[in-house]
Structure formats: structure tokens, C-alpha cells
């Protein structure tokens, strides 16, 4: 709606804004949604729950959403093509970034309070669906461990770490100049 009210389209750059923004308006609605339910794990009633949950991270959301749209909104105002280019995509993620946040902050807990159950404690039922998942939870556990253990002996080593750190950034370099760059590829430029 707001797009069509601006005079967008559905161009290239806007749909690229719209499926981005899909992975970045959920973080909002995780934080809250995750805070409720851990007020919930430690006895507090689910409308309980969703009020103070909701009002113990609401800074909180609020501070993500601002730091996010404050990414985008400055491209908006660039000059020459860059800016004429992403003005489209900068306006669509961050009109939708904030639409995010107020959804995380009003609808969420509300949907909380009416739906979110606490089932921290019970026993499960033992059917296919609860051991596929109970057997990928090991699998990953086990993974995390491993993974784990790797940082430690990475973060042990800081010799490693700096070498490793300075190849990258050799690479980087060096594919920087081997490789062409440029705004627009040469493909679009005729």
C-alpha cells in the first residue's frame, strides 16, 4: 500500500527490497516472541507473560528497528544513478523494517497471549514426528560442541587467528584487483 502510494512499481529493485526485507522483519518478532516465552518458562501466566515480555524488550525492538532503517533510509538521499537506482529499494526496506517493528511490538504479544502455550516440563508423545526432531536436536547439539571446541582452540591461538585473518585479507585484495568492477555490468552498458 505504501508503495503504491509513493508511485513505486514492481521493479526489479523493489521486488529485490521486498524479498530481503522477508528475512529481516522477523527479527523483531523473534526477539519479543522468544522474551514471552521465557517469562513463561519461569511461571508467569501467558498474558502476563506477553505484557511484561513485551514491555521488558520493547526498547529493545524498538533500538533494532531504528539501527536497521538507519542503514537504509541515508541511500534514499544519494545523488546520481546510485541514488536513482536504490532510492526504490532503500524506501521499500525500510518502509517495511518499520512496519516490522510496530507488528513486533503490537501483534505479537497478542498473538502470544492468545495462542503460546507452555509445554516446558511435559512429558512429549512418542511419535515419528517428535523423534525426527528429538534425533536432529542431538545431530545438532553434537555439532554445536564440535564447533564449540573449535572456537576454543581457535581463540586459544591468536597466531592463527591473525594469519588467517591476513590471508583473507590478501585474497580480498588480490581479487579485488584481478577481477573487474563496476556499477553497471558491462552486459547492460549498450
Known sequence: VVMKYLGFTLNFMTLLGLSLSVGVVVDDAILVLENIYRRMENGETRFQAAFNGSDQISFAALASTLSIVAIFI??????GPVGIFYRQFSVTMAISIVLSGISALTLTPALCAMLLKNTHGKEKKKNWLNKFLDGFNNRYNKLSNSYQKLLGYIVNRRV???LALLIFCLGTWGLGKILPSG???NEDQG
Not at 74 to 79: G, H, K, N, T
Request: net charge neutral.
Open 74 to 79: 541515508p541511500v534514499a538521499f544519494m545523488s
Open 160 to 162: 592463527i587467528t591473525f
Open 183 to 185: 556499477f553497471i555490468p
